[in-house]
């Protein structure tokens, strides 16, 4: 197996063209035609999970956010993402992101999402191209519900520990829109497609004053999007079903934001 065949499937899945400009998905570190005997999936590019990987005798990494995202101008051992770099060179382990790549197939990041809460007539919130692919999905509850209800209803389906919400709404809710990660710089779109309820990540404080009729739920960064890792671990095991492909024990572990007093 070669890291090309690896990069040729995720890119069947979630194309490098329609990636954001200002994103960095694709192959970070390693070349097409290097050797590979195992893959771990990831969320985040951390020295964790090169060392993780290292230990499985996997020599590629798959995560979901880039681990050279910005420029770096150093590389120090100190820092998480120039350890993370430098682990990976030392131990010959390619890196590789679907980033807003997975954010923009309905069979990504945020149709997940709606699968999650069985949303029907689920469709794209923000489309592009010829429809079928944009940021974020639009569909409608399985039944009509209050704030109070959906909030319960949102909690118990993404096995929250926390929400930040606006003000529930007292009145029935049908149209969701939702957009893993931060989604903030799209909820005035979400109310223009009808939405009553926007789900996403990352809500500033002034976006929770929300206009008359219109609720706005932060379900969180990572807890928006983890399942991606699944689907991509799902789309390799797919196509190389006797390859080795591991999902990382540390995953449930992995996530930077901890909460206190709960």
């Known amino acids: 197996m070669r890291v090309g065949d690896i990069t040729e499937v995720l890119e069947r899945f979630a194309p490098l063209r329609i990636q954001e400009d200002w994103d960095n998905s694709g192959l970070l570190i390693g070349s097409p035609g ?45 820092d998480p993402v120039g350890a993370a770099v430098m682990l990976a060179v030392r131990h010959g382990v390619a890196v590789y992101a679907a980033h807003t790549t997975a954010d923009k197939v309905i069979a ?66 049908t149209r969701v829109a939702l957009l893993g ?42 807890e928006s999007e983890v399942e991606i890792v699944d689907i991509f671990l799902a789309e390799i095991r797919k196509n190389f079903p006797t390859f080795a492909s591991y999902k990382s024990a540390v995953l449930d572990r992995s996530n930077p934001v901890h909460y206190f007093g709960l």
């Open 34 to 78: 290097d050797a590979v005997h195992g893959v771990l999936v990831g969320f985040d590019c951390t020295p964790e999970l090169i060392e993780e990987a290292v230990e499985k005798g996997c020599d590629m990494v798959v995560t979901h956010h880039p681990l050279i995202f910005k420029g770096i101008r150093r590389i120090h051992a100190d």
């Open 181 to 222: 990660g931060s989604g903030g710089s799209e909820m005035g779109l979400a109310l223009a497609r009808g939405a009553q309820l926007y789900i996403t990540a990352d809500v500033s404080y002034h976006n929770f004053f929300t206009p008359e009729g219109f609720m706005v739920m932060d379900i969180g960064h990572f």
């Open 108 to 173: 990504g990041v945020s149709g997940a999402m709606a699968r999650r809460l069985g949303l029907r007539n689920i469709g794209i919130l923000a489309p592009e191209e010829d429809g079928t692919v944009g940021l974020g999905c639009l569909g409608d509850f399985p039944r009509p519900m209050t704030g109070s209800e959906a909030l319960a209803y949102v909690r118990e389906r993404f096995g929250l520990k926390i929400i930040r919400s606006s003000r529930p709404l007292e009145t029935p809710i």
